[in-house]
């Protein structure tokens, strides 16, 4: 545990965090998977060989072929193009709800770690509450009632993904604005938010970054289960939930595999990538921990 | 340990006030009011018979008013009635709730023993090609949702090689005996522990090789004990404590994952019902159910750290 570091320079945070991080084999080799769902999802429209939403109805039911590589469901749409298509749902989806649960958590934990008093009691409380909800029910709830569409879902999981980051920005906020270099902004008159944002901040991301990292995991996740449960995207937007719903026939289950199976694969592949560069930073950001 | 408990129960008593406030918003948010739902498209409803109908149902008066009434219904057990089959709401989730926790029960025992045994195995052997091989099923076990295992099951199990049914609760028409109703328990149960089986395993891995890292138990090692003594007697009781807290707040992701495996196999449990009344919209129902999911899921944290306190003496006097 204890290396004597003490001799050489210390180096600088970001860089330590991208050494170690390197050194995380499956980390480094899901992110360059998880850059090529990427490519796959921007692409889409150039490497898609049918439109997604077309139904050919001469074509129904096909088993993967040269024209169809994964084949066509029962309504003759292309299964690849809709899988790539589902990239897109997915990636947008867990990207833009796990920004906006990191902006609102961020702020509410930053405010009631740094200010404390009856505004970090209020912050908290109200993150016990909604912990105290499966999240996803909550959700069920709002996607049932509130219109449908892409952004919709977008905002209910941002807006209720953001406890667990205010609770571990606010963690960080109070260990660090104990420390000396704070006291130092401190007395040379340097105004709260410019503590905050530009001293205490930039300390608290290497864990955060884990936290954003599984964070994104969970939103493509639940966006795939409301979907699934016909709460989430609606059609024709392709959805990997959506694609995969249509296995609950039996029907389909048995006779057509090559429809759901390409959309689980995807979930299941991209959520793992998500995952282990989540558990990359999480150990690089781990100190005590000797990589 | 008494004060602790009264402590402890007396702080979760504003946040239960608080989830009710939450229950009652998150149906008053939502656009529209419970008056449309009785407007007949076909039959025209004029603005007269609804304005009367709003007013029959209370819906005329303001939010807060209507939300001290509701809480004083709730409190005496009263959680309406549902808007589709008329029944008392309290009842049909009580009757669901049977099927769900058996559901849920077999397949948390389950995860518990399996994942805690599995969890001390791999640790005692770390860095073996046992303790490698299912920390890798592990991590993809936790990446999987329920609705990906629960299809693959289904196809594999069900389908594939026909061993076991498809759905359902026991069998339709024959006088389904005991081992009936286990044959259909087994696959969702199944599913339902898999990812709680595996966050069990990794979080006790975890716990015995910090605590067999511990200065008592060098100490035993170097009393000169047997191994196996050393593990089980000395350094076990301990690592588990803090898997109980795993444990304990495992549910709220154990009913999520009741959801999904209830509707992949048409299994009669509250998770099937709330998609049908949120389908429905019926929302005496839908706030019957949030409402007593979060009461169960409050209900476990509360037993939690009452089991926390019981095992670590620290606790209570923090």
Not at chain 2, 146 to 154: E, H
Not at chain 2, 194 to 217: G, I, K, N, P, W
Not at chain 2, 272 to 285: F, I, K, N, W
Request: net charge positive; proline share 6%; charged share 15%.
């Amino acid at each position: 545990m204890s290396e004597a570091t003490t001799e050489r320079a210390p180096e600088r945070l970001d860089r330590r965090l991208l050494r170690r991080f390197l050194r995380n084999r499956p980390a480094v080799v899901s992110v360059f998977v998880l850059a090529a769902i990427v490519l796959m999802a921007a692409f889409a429209p150039v490497i898609e060989r049918h439109p997604y939403d077309t139904m050919q109805l001469r074509a129904r039911s096909q088993p993967p072929s040269a024209e169809h590589w994964l084949g066509t469901d029962r309504i003759g749409r292309d299964v690849w193009s809709r899988t790539v298509h589902g990239a897109r749902v997915s990636l947008v989806v867990g990207f833009a709800a796990t920004a906006i649960a990191v902006v609102i958590g961020t702020l509410l934990g930053a405010i009631a770690g740094f200010f404390g008093g009856w505004l970090e009691q209020l912050i908290m409380r109200a993150t016990d509450v909604l912990m105290t909800f499966p999240p996803i029910i909550i959700m069920l709830t709002l996607a049932a009632f509130a219109p449908r569409g892409l952004w919709v879902i977008v905002f209910i999981i941002g807006g209720l993904s953001w406890p667990g980051v205010a609770r571990l920005v606010r963690g960080q906020f109070l260990t660090l604005k104990e420390q000396d270099f704070v006291a130092a902004a401190n007395a040379l008159g340097v105004r709260p938010g410019r503590i905050m944002w530009a001293h205490i901040l930039p300390n608290a991301l290497p864990p955060l970054m884990a936290m954003i990292s599984f964070g994104i995991g969970n939103a493509i996740l639940t966006e795939a289960g409301l979907s699934f449960l016909g709460l989430g995207v609606p059609p024709p937007a392709p959805s990997w939930g959506t694609m995969l719903e249509a296995a609950r026939n039996l029907d389909i289950l048995r006779n057509l595999p090559w429809t759901w199976l390409p959309p689980a694969g995807m979930t299941v592949l991209t959520v793992l990538c998500v995952n282990f560069i989540g558990d990359g930073l999480r150990d690089a950001a781990d100190a005590r921990m000797v990589l | 340990m008494f004060t602790f408990a009264l402590r402890r129960v007396l702080t979760s008593i504003p946040v239960l006030l608080a989830v009710t406030i939450l229950v009652f918003a998150l149906v008053e948010l939502a656009p529209g009011d419970v008056a449309d739902y009785f407007i007949n498209p076909e039959a025209n409803t004029s603005p007269e018979a609804l304005a009367e109908m709003r007013q029959a149902y209370g819906l005329d008066r303001p939010a807060p008013v209507r939300y001290a009434i509701w809480l004083g219904q709730v409190v005496r057990g009263d959680l309406g009635f549902s808007f589709v089959s008329g029944e008392p709401v309290a009842r049909m989730v009580l009757r669901r709730f049977q099927n769900t926790a058996t559901l849920m029960s077999v397949a948390l025992a389950v995860s518990i023993v399996l994942g805690v045994t599995l969890g001390v195995f791999v640790a005692v052997r770390q860095y073996s090609i046992w303790d490698h091989a299912l920390s890798a099923l592990s991590f993809l076990a936790v990446s999987m949702p329920a609705f990906v295992t629960g299809i693959l099951a289904l196809y594999l199990f069900a389908v594939l090689l026909p061993i076991f049914p498809s759905g359902g609760i026991r069998s339709v028409g024959v006088d389904a005996g005991l081992w009936d109703r286990i044959h259909h328990l087994i696959l969702p149960a199944a599913v339902l522990s898999l990812a709680q089986t595996a966050t069990f395993m990794r979080y006790t891995r975890f716990s015995v090789l910090e605590v067999l890292r511990a200065d008592y138990v060098r100490t035993a090692r170097g009393k000169g004990l047997a191994e196996r003594r050393v593990t089980m007697r000395h350094g076990l009781p301990n690592a588990l404590i803090p898997v109980i807290t795993v444990i304990g707040l495992s549910l709220p992701v154990l009913v999520v994952g009741a959801v999904f495996t209830e509707t992949i196999f048409s299994w009669p449990g509250m998770g099937t019902l709330y998609l049908t009344a949120v389908g429905s919209r019926d929302v005496p129902l839908v706030m019957g159910l949030n409402l007593f999911i979060a009461v169960v899921v409050l209900a476990a944290n509360l037993l939690t750290d009452l089991a926390y306190g019981l095992v670590d003496p620290r606790i209570r006097y923090e």
